[in-house]
């Protein structure tokens, strides 16, 4: 069963072939059994599990079910869960049992699905490989010395191992399309406020948009029907009806035009990924596609726009951790000031800690203007090249990242360098528009991924033309050897 | 721009984060790196630009003024790292 489609196992669970308690325990075996080695998940929740598919195989019998009902779902531990912790993967919130739902977990609540667990993740959302989390390092199903990416790692791995049907992860800078790519799994990064953030814990919250992480374009159609809309409670939520993404999954793909930025082209990107990539555009040629080069010449600037604003507001939405209401709290403090300062010295890690301070001194009295302003300008700079683009084409397509999954530990030594893989990431999350990473092929025996981004509010193109590649080629069928 | 073990225990303290002293050194050069590399933002000509601080051209949306939220506060306090009577408790701060 775990190799069957979100739309595969709905039918099943409607035709009675299998009860939602046999499909939970089914994945709750392979949850377990499999955690031990990739440790993808932070938190198991069997016993809500199987409360929940009793639940749903209620509402099947009664016939009062939505395509989503009864099938086993990863939530990453960003999302609030009321009565069931929610660390963000910091030992600041190790303690943290959040008292109420995400938006996003009351809408898969709504619908029926079950909860498996909580993903693994870099924490507070920041980082690039997963090695970032207080409960250690998540490794990449496709080979067990690598990382799965990051920040959403483990909703990556337990999609790429079959540990959940599907998942939910997070994207600030790349962090659904990056872990996709290095896991060789489906991710959708919607246009900013397409999901609600409320229940969503802050890391820049003019970047954070939550998605669904998947095995193929169809599954990611049915997950982000739930998932998206309008909410009072998310005070940038978009006010735009949700349009039936699975209804123009199917649609020609002749004539529609598709840029290719010659910035994602170059230097640092490895042979291997950049063969991968031709390949697939060839397989689009196939389809009716018609290519065209655009230019993004902005690019080089996005990582270090994205280094000022993400930490700026990072600096201000993480000073609510401060011991007094809830998380972490240092023994014995002398003074207000005491205990705010070790609390938070003993609850953030490293990465955590840098990026608060460089925002701080980006927000500091006597720069803001060389920091924060200048990026801000920059942000516009980055936005406007890709409405340039959209000018002239549908939709745009590169490389997710620039290598396959990298070594566990490559990297940990040299921020700059882990910021630098989510090069070809990072300038989406600054415009605000929406980009996915599908498998596109493989390159050493890791799994490459294919990155196509779309204009504000697109998401039903970028599916349309994911799916429609996903009928004509199998890499998004593959699985790692071993799960 | 090069920060120094001062600055670094300056801007720690305006974020509140106690950093242990033998730690220092490397996040002034982690920091320091860091910043060096924002600085390409200087190159870009930005003369005119408007700044952008979000996304979406939206205005702020308003509610009714109603309440909306239950008292929670037992539920709330549950997981709080020192309460009592009701209050959350804090180091004493006027003496």
Known sequence: ?483 | MSLQADDVKNIAHLARIAIDENDIPEYAKNLSKILDFVDQLNQADTDGVEPMAHPLDMAQRLRVDEVTEVDQREKFQSISPKVEAGLFLVPKVIE
């Open chain 1, 1 to 483: 069963m775990h190799k069957k489609t979100l739309a595969q196992l709905s039918a099943a669970l409607q035709a009675k072939e299998i009860s939602s308690v046999e499909l939970t325990q089914e994945f709750l075996a392979r949850a377990k059994q499999f955690n031990e080695q990739t440790n993808a998940y932070i938190t198991i929740t069997e016993d809500l599990a199987l409360q929940q598919a009793k639940e749903a195989d209620a509402r099947i019998a009664a016939g009062n079910t939505q395509a989503l009902t009864g099938i086993p779902l990863a939530h990453k531990d960003i999302f609030c869960t009321d009565g069931i912790k929610t660390s963000c993967g910091s030992k600041m919130l190790d303690s943290f049992i959040a008292p109420y739902n995400a938006t996003v977990i009351e809408k898969f609540n709504a619908a029926g699905a079950i909860c498996l667990g909580k993903a693994n993740m870099d924490e507070f959302a920041m980082g690039s490989s997963n090695e970032n989390s207080f409960y250690g390092v998540v490794k990449n199903p496709w080979d067990l010395n690598c990382v799965p990416g990051g920040s959403s790692g483990g909703s990556a791995a337990v999609v790429a191992a079959r540990m959940a049907a599907a998942a939910t992860g997070t994207d600030t800078g790349g962090s659904i399309r990056q872990p996709a790519s290095f896991c060789g799994i489906s991710g959708i990064k919607p246009t900013y406020g397409r999901v609600s953030r409320y229940g969503m814990i802050a890391y820049a919250s003019s970047l954070d948009q939550g998605g669904p992480m998947a095995q193929s374009a169809e599954d990611l159609a049915m997950m982000l029907e739930v998932m998206a809309g309008f909410d009072p409670k998310d005070s940038t939520s978009a006010q735009k009806d949700v349009p039936q993404y699975s209804a123009a999954m199917n649609d020609s793909l002749e004539g529609v035009k598709i840029g290719l930025p010659k910035e994602y082209f170059g230097e640092g990107l490895d042979a291997e990924v950049a063969t991968v990539v031709e390949t697939a555009i060839e397989e689009y040629k196939k389809l009716g596609v018609e290519f065209a080069e655009v230019s993004l010449p902005n690019t080089h600037l996005s990582v270090p726009a994205y280094y000022v604003v993400a930490p700026a507001e990072c600096s201000s939405n993480l000073s609510r951790f401060d011991g007094a209401r809830f998380g972490h709290r240092c023994e014995d403090p002398k003074d207000l000031e005491d205990m705010y300062k070790r609390s938070r010295g003993e609850g953030f890690g490293e990465e955590v800690t840098r990026r608060i301070l460089v925002g701080t001194y980006a927000l500091s009295a006597g720069y803001y203007d060389a920091y924060y302003l200048k990026a801000q300008k920059t942000r516009r700079l980055i936005s406007d090249d890709f409405k340039k683009a959209f000018a002239d084409v549908d939709l745009i397509l590169g490389p997710t990242a620039p290598t396959t999954a990298f070594g566990i530990g490559s990297k940990t030594d040299d921020p700059i360098s882990m910021y630098l893989s989510d090069i070809y990431t990072i300038a989406v999350n600054l415009a605000g528009i929406p980009a996915m990473s599908i498998p596109a092929g493989m390159a050493g025996g890791k799994p490459v991924g294919l990155q196509l981004i779309g204009n504000y509010f697109d998401e039903a193109k970028l599916l349309n033309a994911a799916h429609k590649y996903q009928q004509v080629t199998d890499w998004h069928q593959q699985m790692p050897e071993g799960f």
